[in-house]
């Protein structure tokens, strides 16, 4: 019901910057809340940031202060940028669209396929 397309993951050293890229296509409904999760080595995939369509944002407590997220809603993207990262920001990125407005949402939406991140001297 969604195609979503990621790009911009790959290797930085630590204290760099990366931005991430999430474009929604082929989309049969009206996309709500899109957003970034991560998945680290041996742990859930864990929310990074979320945004719907009228701007209003939700990060996890690790991240603020240090990334942003964005998005583009005549064309369905979402963009994270990511400042300062350290080595614990290493994780697959995963781009989710929901129906849901609400960024607090309990609802699991759908997936990309994932991006590699990796944050190393």
């Known amino acids: 019901q969604v195609q979503l397309v990621e790009s911009g993951g790959g290797l930085v050293q630590p204290g760099g910057s990366l931005r991430l890229s999430c474009a929604a296509s082929r989309t049969t409904f009206r996309v709500g809340v899109m957003g970034w999760y991560r998945q680290l080595p041996g742990k859930q995939r864990a929310l990074v940031a979320t945004i719907n369509p009228g701007g209003v944002t939700n990060y996890a407590d690790s991240v603020k202060g240090r990334f942003t997220i964005s998005r583009d809603n005549g064309v369905n993207t979402v963009y994270l940028q990511m400042n300062t990262l350290g080595p614990e920001d290493t994780a697959v990125y995963y781009c989710?669209?929901?129906?849901?407005?609400?960024?607090?949402?309990?609802?699991?939406?759908?997936w990309g396929q994932g991006t590699q991140v990796t944050v190393s001297s």
């Open positions: 989710n669209a929901k129906r849901s407005f609400i960024v607090t949402t309990g609802e699991a939406g759908y």
